[in-house]
């Protein structure tokens, strides 16, 4: 199989089932670090697979891109041949928003889909994306435009960010561009685009301050392939607060779904 700085690895070949996981706004794929154990542990065959994006953590060497659809064109070809056997995604906050993108775009083109897609922490396509701090309000293109002091209290205050953090500006300096570029990729969804013959399962955290249950439940209008919802205890980041939790949930659908085809899309 070809090989792609966007995996860490190459896919297991006799895996039932892939999950591909992408990360939240800032992060990276160390993010998922424990869950090809804990899912094994659970009785889930699966290959999990973190996707490494540009700009973080062992590629942080390389250009962040600012804009989504360049990255999920760049998405879409290098993990074109990883696509082509059983998948799934996992999408948390603005990897739930990437994920989305990159099924519209295989949709379009007609080629396989995931099996079902797991997005969690994240507002439907056509609400507005959330803003991360206050003090300054947004950039004209919708991007973060707080102070780096506002935006980092804004991450601890959600969980994302150790507050011990706040007294080393040298780490600070490293993480927030990260979190900016991000943030401005989100912003540049533009206008929402149509459903995805996916089915979705979809997670809210119960205390999240920045994503309202309301706001994920939204994408029912994307799914048309059905839809199911679990709101778990933990803020915006129950992704690590509460992963125990989470896992638990994300085992059995790896089961669900570890048996059947895989599903092409036709043209749209």
Known sequence: MTTTEYLARAPRPHAPVRLLCFPFAGGGASAYARWQRELDARGASVDVLPVRLPGREGRSGEPRFTELAPLVVELDEELDEVLASPHLLYG???????????????????????????????????????????????????????????????????????????????????????????????????????????????????????VRTSEVTAW???????????????????????????LDEVAPLVRRYGGRRTVHAAAS
């Open 92 to 210: 948390h906050s603005m990897g739930a928003l990437v994920a989305y993108a990159l099924m519209r775009r295989r949709q379009e083109r007609g080629a396989p889909l995931p099996r079902a897609a797991l997005l969690a922490a994240y507002r439907a396509p056509h609400l507005p994306p959330p803003r991360l701090g206050t003090d300054t309000g947004a950039g004209a293109d919708g991007s973060c435009a707080a102070s780096d002091s506002g935006l980092a209290r804004a991450l601890v205050a959600l969980g994302g960010l150790p507050e011990a953090l706040l007294g080393h500006p040298e780490w600070l300096r490293a993480l927030l561009p990260v979190v900016r570029d991000d943030l401005a990729l989100c912003a540049s969804a533009g206008p929402a685009g149509g459903s995805v013959r996916v089915p979705l399962h979809l997670f809210a955290g119960s205390d999240d301050s920045l």
């Open 220 to 246: 029912r209008r994307y799914a048309a392939r059905g839809c199911e919802v679990r709101v778990l205890p933990g803020g915006h980041f129950f992704l690590r607060t509460h992963e125990e939790w989470l």
